[in-house]
């Protein structure tokens, strides 16, 4: 039987039963459920067909269907895998849930899927979402660790990829890419997202979109992506997950917006509200971001839908005095779906006959929900997504994972090789692996990891004796667990360190550190890991750091003394194969910081696109901004990364100096490799404003490209910008440039560039 005969065969019986009824209605019904073509240059809510057919089937529900396709319920997990509390299945066949997350799997996303088109009136089909993050089974790299990639076409494979599996298991819909600027590292969720600044945030959320939505809605191995966490999320004060952001519009318009704004023009389906506040109103029933900017400003079609009971945490925001009115403050601000809280499942018909929302609200919404449903071509056949055939051949594949250990490699940053201790000979005699994520797995595959299976994952140890020949002598202890006072295996640490001729100590974080409630004080390496590495320097042998964890860290300890340090995040299902590759150079690294490191906790927020001061720092006048205990700068600055190679960059060369307004000019440096190794850099570009009605950053970033060169190889590298990447919000709020002096650097990270001039008449 194919997948969409026992849906048809079902809706047309019903239909037959209806005929004396309702004949109109017949009519109706037929047109709305037939299959369709969507048009695939549309973005979502963009297909004047699928608009048709959505207001014909409005017209037939019920307020309890409309309401019901506004819910969404959860299912659970138990150690026989899913499972959907009985109350929530009776919903479903009541035509009262319009979507279901956690639910996944063929078998059982049809089983649920069957409770919604063959027991309901109006036969519509539920959307199936989930949390996949930075991949489905096959993982790949943190968000924020993959981001150091620079590589926007990459990200965009991994989440094709990531796309591909869980499409195969029966998902419609994933919760990403979450695009929240982070500049402060004490919050967890940071290593979700993309880093600091808006363009490099803005170019990464286009290409996750992409990725998850392949520009074409409807196919079998695509998934509606949400972008989230609308919006400012990231700036908790504190650093403090869920805690409240507040800042200025011109700061939320020019730092935190862009990333969104970016994600909605690629065309993605919905959008996520967040938890915080913002200005002292919830995101959640904010109508300034829901309604003004994201429908008005920005044109988005799709649905809004709300975290994890963030209505009904409303009312312990204290702007509502009960969950009712949280529901109506959340439908008149324009969110579409209630995630989980059930308040407008309890409360909106009760709203609407006190007139404290409209019918005309509540239509939109679902209006909204129900094209995305019929983009996705859930009508046509509500068990598109359930091919146990794909889901079998699908997951894992052998070109699954070498594109997760390519994509690994790529995200490596290395942050210090002192007298070019990397790469290191695969002629070792004996080799010394230590620390408490040596031969971790469970770690490497990061928090939010979907489906992922940790057993199926590569340790580092496992990585490098699979890497390198019998010959050499690998010895392996943790040294260390990572989060606790004990130093008890440090003497076993130090005696294996003594035999070696090289070490390499594996330190960082533990996965459940870093994402959602996983906010810290302290940012320094947890437990007693930095003990262990100043005892295994003491020895005098060679020693590399392997950073494993899911945010900047503060170790400036170990910045000073160890000659040899990468940053390897956490890296998936291939992190040790990567890891060894890097360190033993079948891979040069080429991964460059995508967020400030700072030097102390005391330093944050500290990002590298800030602003001036009327007394900037000078070191011999006290009285200027800085502190009296450690430079102003960071331990690593933002695009900052290291290859085996090196590469020198040319003075910079415009193709004029007066620039006028909306004509293009051209920016080029030549970059030459100088060193021994075939390499990739990232070259950065940034401007300065020098004079504007209101103050500009010392620099922002509004360019790269990532070049290969072989030795002694040069390139070219050439950016064309125009006066359009030259706007802020000037003085009246209008997005606007201005005439003036100018700065442009080309570099190869934040700090190192190489600087000229010009004018924008």
């Given at each position: ?8 065969t ?5 239909l ?10 017949l ?21 004047t ?14 307020l ?9 319920f959860?299912?659970?997990?138990d ?14 066949k ?16 049809r089983e649920?899927q ?8 109006l ?5 199936f979402?989930?949390?996949v ?20 076409t990459?990200i ?53 979109v ?5 520009h ?17 999320y ?14 200025s ?16 023009e690629?065309?993605?389906g919905t ?5 915080n ?11 300034f ?23 009904n ?9 009960n ?9 008149n601000?324009?969110?579409?779906m ?8 309890n409360?909106?018909?009760?709203s ?5 929302v ?12 129900l094209r ?27 070109e ?10 790529k ?8 007298h ?5 000979q695969k002629?070792?005699?004996?080799l010394?692996v ?13 928090s ?9 994952c ?14 050499t002598?690998?010895l392996?202890?943790?040294g ?8 008890g ?12 001729d090289?070490?390499?100590?594996a ?13 810290r ?15 295994i ?7 590399v ?6 945010r900047?860290?503060t170790?400036?300890?170990i ?5 040899a ?14 890891i060894?590759?890097?360190l ?5 690294p ?17 990002f ?13 006048n006290?009285?200027?901004s ?16 290291l290859?085996?190679?090196t ?45 504007g ?10 360019g790269?490209?990532?070049i290969?060169?072989k ?12 006066s ?17 002096d ?18 924008l008449?």
């Open positions: 039987m194919k997948n969409g005969e026992n849906y048809s079902n809706f047309k019986n019903y037959r039963m209806q005929r004396l009824f309702k004949p109109l209605a009519i109706i019904i037929v047109i709305t459920a037939a299959s369709f073509t969507i048009d695939r240059d549309k973005k979502p809510g963009n297909n067909t699928v608009d048709r057919k959505v207001d014909s089937l409005l017209k037939m529900m019920t309890k269907e409309k309401i019901g396709q506004m819910t969404q959860t299912s659970d997990y150690v026989t895998g899913p499972t959907m509390r009985q109350g929530y299945k009776d919903d479903i009541a035509g009262r849930v319009g979507s279901v997350f956690n639910a996944l799997g063929t078998k059982y996303t649920l069957k409770l919604a088109v063959e027991n309901t009136r036969h519509i089909p539920l959307i979402g989930y949390d993050i930075h991949g489905y089974k096959t993982i790949f790299p943190i968000s924020l660790g993959e981001t150091a990639s620079w590589d926007t990459a965009e494979q991994s989440a094709r990829i990531a796309a591909t599996e869980a499409s195969a298991e029966g998902l419609h819909w994933t919760f990403a890419p979450m695009v929240d600027i982070a500049r402060d590292p004490r919050w967890g969720r940071i290593m979700e997202g993309a880093g600091e600044d808006p363009f490099l945030g803005s170019q990464v959320a286009k290409a996750r992409n990725g998850f939505q392949n074409q809605l409807g196919a079998t191995n695509t998934v509606v992506a949400c972008v989230k966490h609308y919006a400012a990231g700036a908790a004060q504190a650093g403090r997950d869920y805690n409240t952001t507040d800042m519009e011109r700061t939320l318009r020019e730092v935190y917006l862009p990333p969104y704004h970016a994600g909605v690629a065309g993605a959008l996520m509200s967040s938890f506040e913002l200005n002292g109103v919830p995101a959640t029933g904010n109508k971001l829901l309604t003004d900017i994201l429908r008005k400003e920005w044109g988005f079609k799709g649905f809004v839908v709300s975290d994890y009971t963030s209505v945490e409303m009312v312990k925001h204290g702007i509502v005095a969950e009712k009115e949280a529901g109506e403050l959340a439908l601000a324009g969110l579409d209630d995630m989980q809280g059930a308040v407008y499942y409360y909106l018909e009760k609407l006959a006190e007139g404290k409209t019918i005309q609200q509540i239509d939109e919404a679902v209006r909204r929900i995305i449903k019929f983009e996705l071509g859930l009508f046509g056949d509500p068990y598109k997504f359930c091919n146990e055939e794909r889901e079998k051949n699908s997951i894992m594949t052998k699954n994972l070498a594109a997760a250990k390519e994509i690994a490699c995200s490596i940053v290395l942050l210090k090789n002192d070019q201790l990397l790469p290191l002629n070792i005699k004996t010394a230590i620390g408490p994520l040596a031969n971790d797995k469970q770690d490497l595959i990061g939010w990891s979907a489906q992922g299976d940790y057993t199926k590569t340790s580092l140890l496992e990585g490098i004796k699979s890497l390198l020949p019998s010959s002598e690998v392996y202890t943790k260390c667990n990572i989060n606790d006072d004990s130093t295996y440090f003497q076993e640490a130090l005696d294996i360190a003594g035999k070696s090289v070490i390499i100590i330190v960082g974080e533990a996965a459940w550190m870093s994402g959602e409630a996983a906010s004080s302290d940012i320094g390496l947890p437990g007693v890991q930095e003990q262990l590495v100043k005892e320097q003491k020895t005098g042998k060679p020693v750091v392997v950073l494993m964890n899911g900047p860290l170790i400036p300890w910045a000073e003394n160890v000659p340090i990468l940053e390897t995040w956490f890296l998936g299902t291939r992190a040790g194969d990567a060894a590759d890097v033993f150079g079948n891979y040069n080429s991964g460059k910081l995508p967020v400030t490191f700072p030097r102390s906790i005391g330093q944050i927020p500290l590298y696109n800030a602003k001036n001061t009327g007394r900037p720092m000078e070191p011999d006290k009285y200027t800085k502190y009296l205990d450690l430079p102003n700068t960071p331990q690593w600055p933002f695009g900052f990364g290859s085996y190679t590469f020198s960059y040319s003075d910079i060369k415009l193709d004029k100096q007066k620039i006028k307004m909306n004509e293009p000019f051209h920016i080029s440096v030549t970059v030459t490799n100088t060193g021994k190794y075939k390499g990739e850099e990232v070259v950065q570009l940034y401007v300065r404003d020098m004079v009605s209101v103050t500009r950053p010392l620099k922002e970033l509004k790269f490209q990532k290969s060169l030795p002694g190889e040069a390139k070219e590298v050439v950016f064309t910008l125009t359009d990447d030259l706007k802020f919000y000037d003085i009246a709020m209008k997005y606007t440039c201005e005439p003036g100018f700065k442009v650097f080309v570099g190869t990270n934040s700090s190192d560039v190489k600087e000229a001039d010009f004018i008449e």
